[in-house]
């Protein structure tokens, strides 16, 4: 989510920069280690955009499912409403800072759609983000179910994982709509907070808007909690395919079975397409009603 003018150059380094790497120094009192990558310090190099988008989106999941876990299991004695949605702000901020330098932290295949449909991001770099942000989310579920285990047994009965029911606890790893709520309704709102989301996205990112740099983190993450506050109530405000998706997938092999995809009419399809949806509009309409000096696309400029 940040700018990539932010993002460090991971360009090969020059013959004279890999000879002063490699050679072993001393500097204030310490020793500098050759800096020559190994098998696995080559592999990690190659995949350190997705390596990076997975253990963000990971902890991302751990801290935004971990608080869902905290207020439900605990019957909000240890957290409220507002409790999930500065949760989630605090997740989104920490992930962040940990891949934001590396590989942008999308954190979200909507994000990662954004980007390339709209600045520039490579299409062959998609399904590699994709892959690690839903692999991420998974694992990120799977670790928060294994940390609140017995919580999950006390609350509801050992070895009693529901969907639906007054001690239902899928709901503490993907999204579901309130009992209101129309599958049109639900996705209009997924929609809308996903628009929201990128359209600041955008502008922060925007070096002749208002450029948020290295307080990038910041301002997504309150914009998520902004999001949770105000249109959080009727589908749980995913935004987020991955994670939606991700953990609503280990909730399945944990044992809450394929009832996760089925409830509420057949439900998942809306956190994962309206997202998209949501992201793509945010682009379009960021293009068309934004005159910045950075953002001159063929909508709105003659190419020269």
Not at 48 to 71: K, N, S, Y
Not at 196 to 202: G, W
Not at 223 to 243: C, D, K, M
Request: glycine share 10%.
């Amino acid at each position: 989510m940040l700018d990539p003018a932010d993002i460090p150059d991971h360009s090969e380094t020059s013959s004279e920069e890999k000879k002063h790497h490699d050679s072993v120094a001393i500097h204030d009192g310490h020793y500098r280690l050759p800096q020559e990558r190994n098998f696995v310090g080559r592999l990690r190099h190659k995949l350190r955009e997705p390596l990076a988008e997975f253990i963000a989106t990971c902890v991302m999941i751990v801290l935004g499912d971990g608080v869902v876990a905290q207020v439900v299991l605990s019957d909000n004695a240890k957290g409220q409403y507002l409790s999930i949605s500065f949760g989630w702000c605090f997740a989104v901020m920490c992930a962040i800072y940990i891949a934001g330098g590396i590989s942008g932290a999308h954190l979200n295949p909507a994000v990662t759609l954004c980007m390339a449909v709209w600045r520039d991001f490579p299409w062959r770099k998609v399904p590699a983000y994709w892959l690690a942000q839903f692999l991420g989310a998974l694992t990120g579920a799977a670790i928060v179910f294994a940390d609140y285990r017995k919580a999950i047994s006390t609350f509801a009965g050992e070895g009693v994982y529901t969907v639906t029911g007054t001690n239902a606890t899928a709901g503490l790893f993907s999204t579901y709509p309130a009992a209101f709520m129309t599958p049109e309704g639900s996705f209009f709102s997924e929609v809308l907070g996903t628009c929201i989301l990128l359209l600041v996205i955008l502008g922060q990112a925007d070096d002749h808007n208002m450029h948020a740099a290295k307080n990038s983190p910041l301002v997504v993450a309150f914009t998520v909690a902004g999001i949770g506050i105000s249109l959080g109530w009727e589908t749980g405000y995913a935004i987020n395919p991955a994670r939606d998706f991700g953990p609503r997938c280990f909730a399945a092999m944990a044992g809450y079975g394929s009832e996760v995809f089925t409830n509420s009419g057949s439900y998942t399809w809306v956190p994962i397409i309206g997202p998209f949806v949501g992201a793509v509009l945010a682009g379009l309409i960021y293009e068309i009603l934004i005159d910045s000096e950075s953002n001159r696309s063929r909508l709105t400029h003659r190419q020269i």
